[in-house]
């Protein structure tokens, strides 16, 4: 049954537990468990005769995924989907694990053994259950409660977390595990802020850039890059960023681009502007809805071949030697040698346990251009020419095998970061084919998904009926700021305030500041959570403190920056004793404890004197700089002080014009791209 009122009255009218079962549309192992167990005659008797089922997409419903989430990583130190949890008829926990076999082995129950131990607890020590599990959940709501700062934070929580990444460095490898490497973007927005706000000449600036981009260079030659389409794998399970767990997902797709695109911006490194293209086109090529906004996910199983049963993970993406010989021809053994094509495969030892992936290989670049180069007795550009063409045919073919399961429904979060990354690709890269993209889904969610001033979660086949969280809010508002920065339409800035405002209302904590992850209101959620962990998703508050700073230099409404400060106070506990756990959230202090820049650029938009002079801007890494175009006074009336006294610069001599200004007090005006280059510094 779905999580709602009709489960919940059926377990309390027949007095039964509840069994949850939370996962999502391309979890592998989710659909392990569900054929081995829930699509099981037997076992499906069993389930049904004790417990009311209930099924729950975690991208849908975040709020039940963090609550029960909580419980199981409390209760037995880890956790991981599919979340399986057995709850009392009031939704209150009492047991919880992961994925659970169909029969008992390695000492460990299987699960029919445990439906029956459970149902067996439940018949002779209810009443034990009932006092253990309200135990356990007010022992949970005081846990998930972050305690505040006691005093102003400061400026050591970054350095303390600088310092923490650098002792988790993989020197060899990049990222900050052994394995399995996850990429976790929010901590290296952190390191690129901390680099810019140190100084990239200075030690520790050339520390935490040289960190970054090593891990992102790392990560883009290696098998959890999809080397022939684009776009990234989850994450790898081995040291060396080669076999990936192989499903796709949007809110990847859009953090890792955007901070290529930043990496490229502080080091110009021609890889990280590379690969942010080829991720962006991956997404706009293969997870962009004809409605104009993006898929969640693509799945890692996919069938061996058409028509016939079998299926593996990876199977979509490995190939066999002999299949590249066949289709490369002559060309095959450069091409091999590139990618370290081996007629045993080359997944390194240990990264197959189950033998899944022998005679397979993950594309992974070995050689370097130059190595390339002298390999082939051609010239660098002449033997990159041919390594692409070879990428294109085995594309091709590849495009022919079946695809793999895409979880198409339009999550509002994700599209907010999506949105973010489409609005900086063509910032940085040009493109317009990217602004075309981001203006079209956030279109998409303004007038689908923005129903009676609340936003929707998801939309599939129709917006749902889930109301947005905290983080769809403070993605989406990301987003719209900076594709703002990218086309300068105040009234992506006038929505953001909008928004601003309604999320204020329905998660602000007005006791100890600080976003709760969902709104008051819904009996179904026991515990309200304010999510203090940055992963693989930034948490709404990290991302909300930046947001609102943001928001205070465009408009001068000094409360936002008050409630920026009060939201990372809120966290201070956090940030003080595990600072790396809220990396983004360290990103967003370092705005906080920075001084902050206002350019804006007077001139007709699309001219070219304009152009040259947002260029200059464009291509450097400038995290703590708001971007102003000088418009009218009557566009930009509702936005603000600071946009009246922006729309008051003017060209000089008819030339477009760049003001640098800190808290709008402005060096002299420049007019050549030369002279703003100067004064923004290397």
Known sequence: MPWGAAAFEKAQKENKPIFLSIGYSTCHWCHVMAHESFENPETAALMNAHFV???????????????????????????????????????QPFYGGTYFPPADRFNRPGFPSLLNRIAEAWKVDR??????????????????????????????????????????????????????????????????????????????????????????????LGGMRDQLGGGFHRYSVDRVWHVPHYEKMLCDQAQ??????????????????????????????????????????????????????????????????????????????????????????????????????????TLVRKLTPAETSRLSGSEAKATEALLARCRHTLLAARNNRPHPHRDDKILTAWNGLMISAFARGYSVLGEEAYLKAARAAAHFIQSTL????????AYREGAGNVAGFAEDYAFLIQGLLDLYEADFNPSWLRWALELQTTQDRFFWDNEKGGYFSSAAGDPSILIRIKEDHDGAEPSASSVSVLNLKRLSEWTGRTELATRAEQTARAFGSVLERAPTALPQMLHSLGGLHSPWRQIVIAGDPNAPDTQALLAVVRKKHLPHTIVLHAGSAAAAQDLGERF???????????????????????????????????????
């Open 644 to 682: 009246a006294l922006a729309a008051q610069m003017l060209p000089v001599q008819g030339k477009a014009t760049a003001y640098i200004c800190h808290d709008f007090t402005c060096q002299a005006p420049v007019t050549e791209a030369e002279a703003l280059e100067k004064l923004l510094g290397p």
């Open 127 to 220: 009443e034990k259950i009932l006092a253990s599990a309200a135990t356990t959940l007010a022992a949970l709501s005081e846990d998930t409660r972050p305690a505040a700062a006691t005093s102003p934070l400061t400026q050591a929580p970054l350095d303390a977390g600088f310092q923490t990444f650098l002792k988790q460095y993989d020197e060899q490898e990049g990222g900050f595990s052994i394995a399995p490497k996850f990429p976790r973007p929010p901590a290296l927005f952190f390191l690129l802020a901390y680099a810019s706000q140190k100084g990239a000449a200075s030690p520790d600036g050339k520390v935490a850039a040289g960190m970054v981009l090593h891990t992102l260079q790392r990560m883009a």
């Open 256 to 361: 890792l681009a955007s901070a290529y695109l930043q990496a490229h911006q502080l080091t110009e490194d021609p890889l990280c502007a590379s690969t942010a293209r080829s991720t962006l086109d991956y997404v706009a090529r293969e997870m962009t809805d004809p409605c104009g906004a993006f898929h969640s996910a693509e799945d890692a199983d996919s069938l061996f071949e058409h028509g016939k049963p079998e299926h593996g993970e990876g199977a979509f993406y490995v190939w066999t030697k002999a299949e590249i010989n066949t289709l490369l021809g002559n060309d095959a053994s450069l091409f091999n040698a590139v990618y370290d094509v081996q007629e045993e495969g080359n997944s390194p030892r240990g990264s197959d346990p189950h033998g899944e992936l022998k005679g397979k290989n």
């Open 53 to 91: 089922c209930i099924k729950v997409d975690r991208e849908e419903r975040p709020d039940v995924d963090r609550l029960y989430m909580s419980f199981v990583q409390a209760t037995t130190g880890s956790g991981g989907w599919p979340m399986s949890v057995w709850l009392t008829p009031n939704l």
């Open 450 to 457: 923005w129903k009676e001033g609340v936003l929707r979660r």
